[in-house]
């Protein structure tokens, strides 16, 4: 079982990103995904979680109506969309299978800075 983060990198403040994350070994879709970061320095911080039945996700309060969390079932593949971008949405973002982050990928760098 395996999961893979990509589509981090540098964007300047107010600006968007999309993650993906893959998996190998389980299907993805068939799962309630989250997605959790780790800023430097700080604690590994949950950001969202989508359920696989009716499609509801939850976020933290810090990112509502800033990130989108979607599931492509034709892919097995999830996302993160990532909008109006903040310095301190700076951090490492991973996709995990549960909500604490045990079964998480490698993770994939946000840099938000000007």
């Known amino acids: 079982v395996q999961l893979v983060e990509s589509g981090g990198g540098l964007v300047q403040p107010g600006g968007s990103l999309r993650l993906s994350c893959s998996a190998s070994?389980?299907?993805?879709?068939?799962?309630?995904i989250s997605w959790l970061r780790q800023a430097p320095g700080k604690e590994l911080e949950w950001v969202s979680t989508n359920s696989s039945v009716g499609g509801f996700t939850y976020y933290t309060n810090s990112v509502k109506g800033r990130f989108t969390a979607s599931r492509d079932r034709t892919k097995n593949k999830m996302y993160l969309e990532l909008t109006s971008l903040k310095p301190e949405d700076t951090a490492t973002y991973y996709c995990?299978?549960?909500?604490?982050?045990?079964?998480r990928g490698q993770g994939t760098q946000v840099i938000v800075s000007s």
């Open positions: 995990a299978k549960d909500r604490a982050g045990t079964m």
């Open positions: 070994g389980f299907v993805l879709v068939s799962e309630n």
